[in-house]
C-alpha cells in the first residue's frame, strides 16, 4: 500500500519574497516603453540585478525561484521570459560544467553579463567541428540583451551543450521576430556560421542535456512564469473595472473570481514541482508533475485571458490597453513546443500505478 500523501511545511512568505513592491511596480511600469522600444529592457533586468536575482539557478532555493518567477511574470513578462533563460543557463552550467567553467559563468555575470538558453535550430543546424561553428539558432530570446547563450550542438540523443559569446551585433538579427507578443524580449536569428569556439567552450558530455530530472522535469519555471501572468493579467483588469466603478457586479467577480481561483492552484502546483526538483523523488514523477503544472497554468491562463476580453469589452482591444499588451504577450509565450506529448508522457507515468497518481505527494 502506499503511504499517506507527505505534505510538507512551506517557510514563512517573508523568507522566500524575491521583489519588493517597489521592484514589482519599476518593471510593470517598464514594460510598454521596453515593448515600443523606446527603453532597452536590460534596464529591467539590472533591477533584477540589484534584487540579487542573478545567481539563482532554480536548485539551491527552488520555492524562492518560484516566487520570484510568478512575480516578475505577473509585472513584465517579457523580462521574465529573459531572467528564466538566464537561470536555465546557470542551471545546466552548475549541473555539468567544470569547475573553470561555473567560475566563468559566474564571473560574467558579477561583470553585468545575461546567459540564455538558445535550442531552436534554423534551416542550419547549429553543428561544431575543428574548432569552427556553422548553423544559426532561430528564436533566440535577447539578442543585444544576453551576453553569452548555452547552444545546443549537434541535435538529437548525443546533443552537446556549448557556453559562447553572443554579443556581435552583426550576427544578430531580429527584424525576422513579426509575433504580435513578446516584442520587448527582441527574439530572433543568430548566425554563428565560422565563429571560433574551443574544446573548453562545450559543457558536460554529448546527451548531458536530455538527462532527466533537469530537462522536461524544469519546464516548472514555464509555468511558474504563465501562471505569474495570468494573475498579473486578472490584478491590472480588476484594477481598470474599479477605476470604471464596475467591479462590484456579481457577474463579474463571479467570472473574475472562478479564474483566479484556479490561477492560485496553478501556484500551489508548481510550487510543489519546484520542491520535488531537489527531493528524493523518482525523475519520471517530478517530470510528469513538472508538465501538470506546465499545461495547468497554459490552460487557466488562456481562460484568464478570455474573462478578461468579457469583463472589459471593447476597451481590452484599444490600442493602448495595459490589458491588451499583457494578453498579447502571454497568447504568445503560452505557444511552447510539444503540448500534446508532454501530456502523454506525464499520463503514462501519472497513472500507472496506485502509487504514482499521487504525483509528488507520494
Known amino acids: ?24 511596480q519599476a518593471l510593470r511600469d517598464a514594460a510598454s516603453a521596453e515593448e515600443s522600444g523606446e527603453r532597452p529592457i536590460a534596464a529591467s533586468i539590472d533591477i533584477l540585478r540589484d534584487a540579487g536575482l542573478m545567481f539563482e539557478d532554480g536548485a539551491t532555493s527552488p520555492l524562492r525561484t518560484a516566487r520570484a518567477l510568478m512575480q516578475i511574470g505577473a509585472a513584465n513578462l517579457s523580462v521574465g521570459r529573459l531572467w528564466e533563460g538566464h537561470v536555465n543557463a546557470l542551471r545546466l552550467i552548475r549541473l555539468y560544467g567544470t569547475k573553470a567553467q561555473i567560475r566563468h559563468a559566474e564571473q560574467v ?74 516584442r520587448a524580449t527582441a527574439s530572433g536569428r543568430f548566425d554563428f556560421s565560422g565563429l571560433a569556439a574551443q574544446e573548453k567552450h562545450l559543457i558536460g558530455a554529448p546527451g548531458d542535456y536530455l538527462n532527466e530530472p533537469h530537462f522536461i522535469g524544469g519546464v516548472w519555471r514555464i509555468a511558474a512564469l504563465q501562471a505569474g501572468a495570468a494573475a498579473g493579467l486578472i490584478d491590472t483588469a480588476a484594477t481598470a473595472l474599479r477605476a470604471m466603478d464596475r467591479l462590484e457586479a456579481d457577474a463579474q467577480l463571479a467570472r473574475l473570481m472562478q479564474v483566479l481561483m484556479r490561477v492560485w492552484a496553478g501556484m500551489a502546483l508548481v510550487e510543489r514541482a519546484a520542491l520535488a526538483s531537489v527531493d528524493d523523488v523518482q525523475p519520471e514523477t517530478i517530470v510528469s508533475t ?57 499520463a503514462r507515468h501519472a497513472l500507472s500505478s496506485h502509487e504514482t497518481v499521487w504525483g509528488v505527494f507520494g
Open 109 to 182: 555575470i558579477e561583470q553585468g553579463g545575461l546567459l540564455g538558453v538558445w535550442g531552436a535550430d534554423g534551416d542550419t543546424a547549429a553543428t561544431f567541428e575543428a574548432d569552427i561553428l556553422q548553423g544559426e539558432k532561430i528564436f533566440a530570446s535577447g539578442l543585444g540583451t544576453v551576453t553569452h547563450a548555452v547552444i545546443s550542438l549537434n541535435s538529437g540523443p548525443k546533443v552537446q551543450l556549448a557556453l559562447v559569446e553572443v554579443t556581435d551585433p552583426k550576427r544578430g538579427d531580429a527584424s525576422q521576430w513579426d509575433m504580435l507578443g513578446m
Open 290 to 346: 513538472s508538465i501538470a503544472a506546465r499545461i495547468y497554468t497554459e490552460e487557466v491562463a488562456l481562460d484568464a485571458i478570455r474573462a478578461v476580453e468579457q469583463s472589459l469589452g471593447l476597451r481590452h482591444f484599444a490600442a493602448t490597453s495595459e490589458t491588451g499588451r499583457m494578453a498579447r504577450d502571454l497568447s504568445v509565450y503560452l505557444r511552447q513546443a510539444a503540448r500534446d506529448a508532454f501530456l502523454q508522457r506525464a
Open 1 to 24: 500500500m502506499n503511504s499517506a500523501p507527505r505534505f510538507d511545511p512551506l517557510p514563512p512568505a517573508p523568507q522566500i519574497d524575491a521583489l519588493s513592491d517597489a521592484a514589482r
